[in-house]
């Protein structure tokens, strides 16, 4: 499968985006998805992951209550809506897709990633 993030941007602090994941080549339905971000000179970490109907989702803490993850499978895309944003936010944001396993926090269990948006929030 194939993946394409957009909508990163620069926003100042407690403001808000959406970030988008467009998938293609497979059937979106049969993947876990997860968006994972990567702060400069740290390591790439867990962000949130959606289950395959949508039913389900898990969130880094440091997210939780301020990020939401959805996705529409008729659409083929997986979504992060991100409010009350904070500088520490500030990374690239990556969407990851895998086949197997069931609301997966660990990097390695994602076999395909899209090429990364970049959020910069400003204080």
């Known amino acids: 499968v194939q993946l394409q993030a957009s909508g990163g941007g620069s926003v100042q602090a407690g403001g808000s985006l959406r970030l988008s994941c467009a998938a293609s080549?497979?059937?979106?339905?049969?993947?876990?998805m997860a968006w994972f971000r990567q702060a400069p000179g740290k390591e790439r970490e867990f962000v949130a992951t959606?289950?395959?109907?949508?039913?389900?989702?898990s969130y880094a803490d440091s997210v939780k209550g301020r990020f939401t993850i959805s996705r529409d499978n008729a659409k083929n895309t997986v979504y992060l809506q991100m409010n009350s944003l904070e500088a520490e936010d500030t990374a690239v944001y990556y969407c990851a897709a895998e086949r197997n396993g069931y609301l997966s926090r660990a990097r390695v269990e994602y076999d395909y990633w899209g090429q990364g948006t970049l959020v910069t929030v400003s204080s």
């Open positions: 080549g497979r059937t979106f339905s049969d993947y876990l």
């Open positions: 959606i289950c395959r109907s949508g039913g389900t989702t």
